[in-house]
């Protein structure tokens, strides 16, 4: 069986490495041999194995019949929507690692794929190397979703690891991420949220049968947090962590990516540097939690190839995945109930005490500071005794037991 590969970046290339190593391993799996006969980039690279299969133009992949199945790692929407979509169509199945691809056109490529009677899988989209897409789909279809929460960047778990360890600061953490490959030169999409936030819209949607748009989600960074703020965290015997999260309840979904203070009793307490993890809770077989490398070469590359050994066994039947065209909406987060702590000048002490009632408070040793942790409350309560507080020197979500 012929694949093409459109990308030879970090991912492309050990999806590329990976097919042609363990060739006589996957061929046992997948039931006959996979050989890669195109890899599409813009880029030449001389004296690299890759040259033989080199091609420049996409038109040579479109083209060739013998192609059954693409493989899609070039990131971004644009051309890579365009690119794909015109393999499903013409019958030809696709792998990706672009959740950005996912999130905004999944729906669309799925219906095509179904179609067509081929595939559009997309493993690697969530979770680099973690099997959290396929388990969904096919181990855990007896259960009604309650929720599905994680830590979904490496990027950002790589930060918060070391300023908790290391008590270092954001801004010189992020450029030693940048350094050693975990952050790209502009950090915006992992460090403000987005990323988080459009892996979390796929893992919704997967569970809803119906799209939930990345925009629809209440997304918030990590950008604010402090060495301060991680101070206070081990005062609560608590990490902060970057929580994407998915609830349903009463028929409701609530959708949040934030920035939240939590304690042993989390799972996801113990997830640290780059390894990412999702906690899945079904109403029949409760918890369970998928973790391992979010993030790398290898390791995304690896979820991809199985993606690829799905393709070639099912590659002239559609196995099902699926979400619809109907746009579910996450309710607003106004209702969400939450713990927060809170930080502000020493001298509103009294004034924070009488604007939030009994709350438990929480010293480091700052005497020009006053912090504590509120009792529960809904999203919007907050935010009205916190504009009626005047202005805050930080507030965190909390999660503490």
């Keep these: 069986m012929k694949a093409a590969i459109l990308g030879y970046g970090t991912v492309g290339s050990g999806v590329y490495e990976i097919l ?3 060739e006589a391993v996957i061929a046992a799996k997948a039931g006959e041999a996979v050989e890669v006969k195109y890899v599409l980039d813009l880029r030449d690279f001389p004296g690299d194995p890759v040259e033989k299969v080199l091609v420049h133009d996409y038109e040579i992949i479109a083209a060739d019949p013998e192609i059954a199945i693409v493989i899609e790692v070039m990131g971004g929407v644009k051309p890579a929507y365009e690119f794909v979509k015109r393999a499903l169509l013409a019958g030809k199945n696709v792998c990706t690692s672009n959740k950005e691809l996912v999130a905004k056109h999944g729906a669309e490529l799925l219906a095509i794929a179904k179609e067509q009677k081929v595939n559009f899988y997309f493993e690697a989209s969530v979770g680099g190397g973690i099997p959290i897409i396929r388990p969904l789909q096919e181990c855990l279809t007896a259960d009604v979703y309650e929720e599905i929460s994680g830590i979904l960047n490496g990027t950002t778990n790589y930060i918060l690891t070391r300023m908790y360890n290391e008590g270092a600061d954001f801004d010189g953490v ?228």
């Design 174 to 401: 992020l450029k030693e991420a940048q350094a050693c490959g975990y952050a790209e030169r502009n950090p915006a999409a992992d460090i403000e949220g987005h990323d988080a936030g459009r892996k979390i819209a796929i893992l919704a949607s997967l569970a809803e049968g119906k799209k939930v748009a990345f925009e629809d989600v209440t997304v918030e960074g990590i950008t604010a947090i402090s060495s301060t703020d991680i101070q206070y965290a081990k005062a609560l015997g608590a990490k902060i962590k970057l929580i994407a999260s998915a609830k349903w309840e009463n028929g409701s979904l609530f959708m949040m990516v934030a920035p939240k203070l939590i304690t042993a009793a989390n799972p996801l307490y113990s997830i640290d540097d780059v390894v990412n993890a999702v906690k899945v809770r079904g109403n029949m077989l409760g918890d369970v939690m998928f973790s391992g490398r979010g993030a790398g070469k290898l390791p995304t590359a690896s979820a991809v190839v199985s993606d690829v050994v799905a393709a070639a066994k099912h590659a002239k039947e559609n196995t099902g995945f699926f979400w619809s065209e109907e746009v579910r909406r996450p309710e607003s987060t106004d209702t969400m109930v939450n713990r927060f702590l809170v930080r502000v000048d020493a001298d509103k002490k009294a004034k924070a005490e009488a604007v939030f009632g009994a709350g438990k408070e929480v010293s480091i040793g700052l005497a020009d500071e006053f912090a504590f942790v509120t009792e529960p409350m809904q999203e919007s309560v907050f935010a009205a005794k916190a504009a009626e507080l005047g202005e805050l020197r930080g507030r965190i979500r909390a999660e503490l037991v």
């Design 20 to 22: 042609t190593k363990n």
